[in-house]
C-alpha cells in the first residue's frame, strides 16, 4: 500500500501538471483569439487561406475567445473543452478541406485537444471520476 504522503505528492505532481498543460493551451488559446479578435494580418491572411471570408474572422476570434474564458473557469472547464473540441473539429474539417499536410496542419488541431483534455484531466477530479483510466492488471 502506498503511504498518505505519496499519494498526496502523487496527486500534486499531478494537479500541477494539469495547471502547467492548461496555462499552455490557454496563452496559445488567448495568442489566437486575440490576433483575430484585432483583425491583425497574419490571422486574416490565414483565415483567407482557408477559403473564408475576411469578415468571419473576428467572429471566429469571438468564439474562440468564449471557449477559452469557459475552459479556465473551474466550474465550467468540461463544458469550455468540449465547445473547444468542436472548435477544432471545425479547424480539422478546414484543413483538410483547403488539402492541407495531415501531420502538420490538418492534425494539428487532434494534438492540440489532447493537450486541453489531458490538462484538464489531470486537474479535474470530476473528470477522472467521470473517465477513469486504469492499468489493465488492476481490478
Not at 489532447?114 to 477513469?132: E, K, M, N, S, T
Amino acid at each position: 500500500m502506498q503511504s498518505a504522503t505519496q499519494t498526496a505528492s502523487a496527486s500534486g505532481a499531478r494537479i500541477w501538471t494539469g495547471r502547467v498543460l492548461t496555462a499552455l493551451a490557454l496563452l496559445f488559446l488567448l495568442f489566437d483569439s486575440g490576433i483575430k479578435i484585432l483583425n491583425l494580418a497574419p490571422a486574416v491572411q490565414g483565415t483567407v487561406g482557408l477559403g473564408f471570408q475576411p469578415s468571419v474572422v473576428v467572429p471566429i476570434g469571438i468564439v474562440l475567445l468564449v471557449c477559452a474564458i469557459l475552459y479556465i473557469i473551474p466550474r465550467t472547464a468540461i463544458l469550455g473543452a468540449v465547445l473547444l473540441t468542436g472548435y477544432l473539429g471545425g479547424a480539422v474539417a478546414s484543413q483538410v478541406r483547403a488539402g492541407n499536410p495531415l501531420f502538420s496542419h490538418v492534425l494539428f488541431p487532434v494534438y492540440f485537444a489532447f493537450l486541453v483534455w489531458g490538462g484538464l484531466y489531470l486537474r479535474d477530479a470530476r473528470l477522472r471520476a467521470l473517465v477513469p483510466l486504469r492499468r489493465s492488471n488492476q481490478q
